[in-house]
């Protein structure tokens, strides 16, 4: 599933033209008001309320969400089939706001990817979303009047996820709750279109081809996608593409989408990337923050948990929480999740984090009601599934453990003494390894829990085992990889896997992320491999919180492709979207492990 695009079928199945399963239609309990809201420098921006109809007798607070995937249905007397973020929430006494956001459906305006953010707005025209969501929850508070007590939560996943971020800087005094879920934080270092520097190509190309779709004006609908092209087997389709270049073709974008013409010509961190990263401007955030994620979210797992780590660190003090479940991208929102992929739940995790956290949170700071609060990060532990309260993230009292990687594919905690040791093999880009198993159109979510014995007989990459596990252990937080490769060509992509192998032999993947090797040094101004020459690459992957349970055993993973959910590298120090066919070509890739360059990753554990 394309990024964002999961959330997008979220929010349609739960706005469209229907009614209510919990007994009356939301028609009997609501009232519907459309209206465009003024903004500062004058564009309107079109947004739904649902006012309770026994708010004459009582005021609600307002529970609102800021979308660019529509703030359907727009008929007259049409409802959807549910409002907020849970059916509990639904209930519990709140006006809802839905709102299109600037340049997105019914809003006017132009739309900018992710909206860089401005401390400084000197004249009317200076706007962002959060001068937007001050200026809505303004005219809001106007409008409704005495029936709104006068508090308002935001919240929303994924990219709506980011616009509730986004309300946080110079939020305005009425904002008492937020809640960014799965929320995109920074595209080029670990969200959706890029992680370290490679494009995550598959993902990408889906979702533009329906959200990178122009339109001439206001429009209740888009239409179909830029490009109707059909095939079934992602792999083989984007391997016959062949490069970047030609998604610019007749039959594909042809630069109909300003957003793919911008993610593909700004291949390195420069100004546009680094001002869609809103993580430096979470200061002085006095608004109580609950920040959710999944373990095994494909699209957001790094902005939720940096965005946590953001504020936390820019805000002493102030009220942040964490729950990071094992969820795929917002699949917390689901009325069920029992189970997925090896991980049984046994429970219904979700009715747990429904009831027990997310209506809490939000009933307690809009509402007044009592809570009981939990501890600062409430994070599942994988492995033994069983969640765990710590009073912050990464907890504190753990243990530093490295893990060397020798020559004889075994993880031992001792460096080699041996001088000039390497594993080798080859990369071929006209044969990448690929990210899953089954061959089908569209991401296969499975991939980031999925066996890896699939890849038994490649020889394109290279792993490491550890002995069996005698005590069992808990990885927290982030790790580190630190790996000591050269190439024979002038650049390389490394991916590092962690794999934990049961006593079925099965070798299900824990955390895998990739890192394209010319940032090495910085992301800003690449450089070039130099043929054979050894280079530290050091980079993090993603935090986890995974127990390996007696009997069990660590294997690490490392190869140099991951197609087509990442772009193939050349292997030659270019700028990728302007590669030719011919640019592509083998290269013997090594990784070292001797007394001097020893590849290692490092993580902390709780025992």
Known sequence: MSPRKGILMICLLTITNITSSHGQSLQDLFIKVDTLIPMRDGVRLYTVVYIPKDSLDRPYPILMERTPYSSAPYEKGHFPFRLGPNSKLMKAGYIFVYQDVRGRYMSEGHNLEMTPHKDLKPTKNDVDESSDTFDSIEFLLKMLGNLSNGKVGIWGISYPGFYATASLPAAHPAIKAVSPQAPVTDEFIGDDVN???????????????YFGKPRTGPTANYGGGITDTIYRDSYDFFLKMATISKTQSH?????????????????????????????????????????????????????????????????????????MGPWTHGAWSYNEWKSFGPHKFNVNINQYYQDSIETPFFNHFLRGEPWSQFSEAKVYETGSNRWKSYSSWPPQGTNLVINYLNKEARITRQKSKRRTQYISYISDPANPVPYTKPRQRGRNNLYMVEDQRFLS?????????????????????????????????????????????????????????????????????PIPFKSSKPELITYELPDINHRFLTGHRMMIQIQSSWFPLVDRNPQKFIKIPEAKDSDYQKAEIRIYCDNKRSSNVEFNILE
Not at 195 to 209: E, K, S
Not at 283 to 291: E, F
Not at 301 to 307: D, K, Q, R, S, Y
Not at 460 to 488: C, F, H, M, Q
């Open 195 to 209: 992680h370290n520097g490679a494009f995550f190509l598959m993902d990408n190309f889906d979702f533009i081809n």
């Open 251 to 323: 039959d594909l974008f042809d630069h109909k989408s300003y957003i793919w013409d911008e993610y593909t010509s700004h291949d390195t961190y420069d100004d546009y990337w680094q001002a869609r990263n809103i993580r430096p401007h979470l200061k002085q955030i006095g608004v109580p923050t609950l920040v959710v994620g999944g373990w095994f979210d494909a699209e957001d797992c790094f902005g939720a948990l940096n965005t946590y780590k953001s504020i936390e660190k820019q805000n002493p003090g102030n009220a942040i929480f964490l729950v």
């Open 457 to 525: 007989d490649r020889t394109d990459l290279v792993s490491w085992i550890g002995g069996r596990v005698e005590k069992a252990y808990t990885i927290v937080g982030p790790i580190k990889a630190n790996i000591y490769a050269s190439t024979s060509g002038t650049d390389l992509d490394i991916i590092v896997k962690l794999i934990d192998v049961a006593p079925d032999s099965s070798q299900n993947l824990i955390r895998a992320e990739v890192f394209r090797g010319k940032f090495r040094n910085s992301y800003t101004h």
